[in-house]
């Protein structure tokens, strides 16, 4: 079983920085892709950032927010600077792994909330 916990989120005034982890434990054989999301009350769930064979962010976030990942510890980290209220959201971890069985499967945190306020 492959488990992912995110961490870092938290009340941050606007022009702050936060910084999310995400570390993936359990049965894994390789992480493929690691990626965040973020979803605002019923709205859909939108990618922020996502590190696989390319980086990719979303336009909003390009040149404010960071993703990087630290293999050894199977950990992906998003740096977030100059934050707006607009940022405000749950932030999801998103990951692309095949298990000790061989199995590719996509899992998912259980969500960090980041609020950006005065």
């Known amino acids: 079983q492959v488990q992912l916990v995110e961490s870092g989120g938290g009340l941050v005034q606007p022009g702050g920085s936060l910084r999310l982890s995400c570390t993936a434990s359990?049965?894994?054989?390789?992480?493929?892709?690691m990626s965040w999301w973020r979803q605002v009350a019923d709205n859909e769930r939108e990618l922020v950032a996502g590190?696989?064979?390319?980086?990719v962010y979303a336009d909003s976030v390009k040149g404010r927010f960071t993703i990087s990942r630290d293999n050894a510890k199977n950990t992906v980290y998003l740096q977030m600077n100059s934050l707006k209220p607009e940022d405000t959201a749950v932030y999801y971890c998103g990951g692309v792994i095949t298990s000790a069985t061989m199995s590719t499967d996509n899992y998912w945190g259980e969500g960090t909330q980041v609020t950006v306020s005065s």
């Open positions: 590190s696989g064979s390319r980086t």
């Open positions: 359990g049965s894994i054989f390789i992480i493929r892709a």
